[in-house]
């Protein structure tokens, strides 16, 4: 089976234990909340990569003493949580209405994530194993990212890098389960937990770059609020002259460039943590990740813009040289 099928038969599944007026909302979700054109795409084809659903599966093969049936509760954990967030950020993001059939399909979306995670391991003892905390966390980054990027304050990298790990927080808790679940020691676990904030930064870190002007357009964006600190000329306020100054600010500033080239130091090292920890497909996974973010490092370093050129260019790419 791949992992396809198994994200979405655990979703389905879970959708056939909802009641009949919140059936057809879960079915359609990613639609509903504009994360997908058409009511009928599956979750599996919302996101351009394996990991994002499917990451305590891949964790899982550096466990193979784990009974099959607990990787499953771990990733129906993750998928649910990973689900969520993406429902909670659109609500406080404001891009959606919070209507109260949404409010309840969340509710019970994180009722289920809860059950699953409980049948992996204990989870009232460990605080990386913990949803109710990492959702806490999730919500105290989002706030904190909204005020930054609504205010317009110039943001150091460190700073980026914590609030984005912040908002990453529900991407931590079943796949540390899991490693709780194999009785991994403390050194093990340290090691795990190191190795997703990798790959939950490196992708925020390459997805923040690609998006940049759609987040604009909806509030506040980060290559701009890190931009804001590099720039150096005549305030932006007082550049009447330039037909777009906040692009021109943003492409002149090397932001762009800069966060590619720390996404691929990013898949770098959870490569090298995968490979230690057994986890084979996920290195490879990593080491694709990392070359790709590197190169288009380099190019958007050559030519400012493009990364999101590149992105926006791929379907019909795929489709005409197909």
């Known amino acids: 089976m791949t992992f396809r099928n198994q994200i979405d038969g655990m979703y389905a599944a879970f959708c056939h234990t909802l009641p009949g007026d919140l059936r057809e909302l879960g079915r359609t979700l990613a639609y509903r909340l504009e994360l997908a054109p058409i009511p009928d795409v599956p979750w599996s084809e919302v ?9 305590p599966a891949l964790v899982a093969e550096g466990m193979p003493g784990v009974h099959p049936a607990v990787v499953r ?6 998928l649910l949580a990973i689900v969520d967030a993406f429902g909670t950020d ?8 919070a209507g109260p059939d949404l ?18 391991c204990p989870t009232d003892a460990d605080p990386s194993v913990d949803f109710v905390r990492a959702d806490s966390e999730m919500l105290r980054a989002i706030a904190t990212e909204q005020r930054l990027l609504r205010d317009g304050t110039e943001v150091s990298f460190d700073r980026y890098e914590d609030i984005s790990l912040g908002k990453q927080a529900l991407g931590f808790p079943a796949c540390m389960g899991l490693a709780r679940a194999a009785r991994w020691n403390d050194g093990l676990r340290t090691s795990l937990k190191r190795l997703l904030a990798c790959v939950w930064l490196g992708l925020q870190f390459q997805d923040d770059v690609i998006d940049w002007e759609d987040d604009l357009r909806r509030g506040g964006a980060w290559p701009v609020a890190l931009a804001r600190g590099t720039r150096t000329a005549t305030p ?19 932001v762009m460039a800069e966060m590619l080239r720390r996404a691929c130091r990013q898949y770098g090292a959870a490569e090298v943590r995968a490979e230690a920890l057994g986890m084979k497909q996920l290195a490879s996974w990593a080491r694709a990740k990392g070359d790709r973010a590197g190169s288009l490092a380099g190019m958007e370093h050559r030519h400012p813009g493009y990364a999101v050129r590149v992105h926006a260019l791929a379907p ?6 197909a």
């Open 103 to 120: 409010c309840e399909l969340l509710r019970r979306i994180r009722r289920s994530r809860d059950q699953a995670l409980a049948r992996v």
């Open 236 to 254: 932006l306020r007082e550049r009447r002259t330039e037909p777009d100054p906040i692009r021109t600010m943003v492409y002149e500033s090397g």
């Open 90 to 97: 659109r609500i406080e993001d404001r891009q959606i209405r």
């Open 316 to 321: 019909w790419a795929a489709e005409v040289l």
């Open 73 to 78: 509760d771990a990733t129906l954990a993750h």
């Open 47 to 55: 996101f351009g990569n394996e990991v994002t659903l499917n990451a």
